[in-house]
Nanobody, 116 residues
Framework: QVQLEESGGGWVQAGGSLTLTCSAS????????LGWYRQAPVKQRELSAR???????NYADFVRGRFIIYRDNAKNTVYLQMNSLKPEDTAEYSC??????????WGQGTQVTVSS
């Protein structure tokens, strides 16, 4: 069974940075699109960024210019570097397969808390 495991969340002051890691199992990682989502309390889950197999990238407006998504196919890992964090970035962040055999597989999430 394919799995996604996030790590790197934590507490940070506004203006700080964190880098989240999503480690994936699954033999098709290098040819699949993956995304980072977030869900704040009482809000719907929303896509923050996604990256295609060839590293074509899309960002949501609320993270563009502050977050960077990248991947290392040799390590089956996708990263989300989060800079200039704001209190409104506080959420649980999860990664998800967006294509291929494992489409819609989610990780368990990692909590990010940004204090003002």
């Amino acid at each position: 069974q394919v799995q996604l495991e996030e790590s790197g969340g934590g507490w940070v002051q506004a203006g700080g940075s964190l880098t989240l890691t999503c480690s994936a199992s699954g033999s098709t990682f290098s040819i699949d699109t993956l995304g980072w989502y977030r869900q704040a309390p009482v809000k719907q889950r929303e896509l923050s960024a996604r990256i295609s197999p060839c590293s074509s990238i899309n960002y949501a407006d609320f993270v563009r210019g502050r977050f960077i998504i990248y991947r290392d196919n040799a390590k089956n890992t996708v990263y989300l570097q989060m800079n200039s964090l704001k209190p409104e970035d506080t959420a649980e962040y999860s990664c998800r397969y967006l294509s291929g055999t494992y489409v819609n597989t989610w990780g368990q999430g990692t909590q990010v808390t940004v204090s003002s």
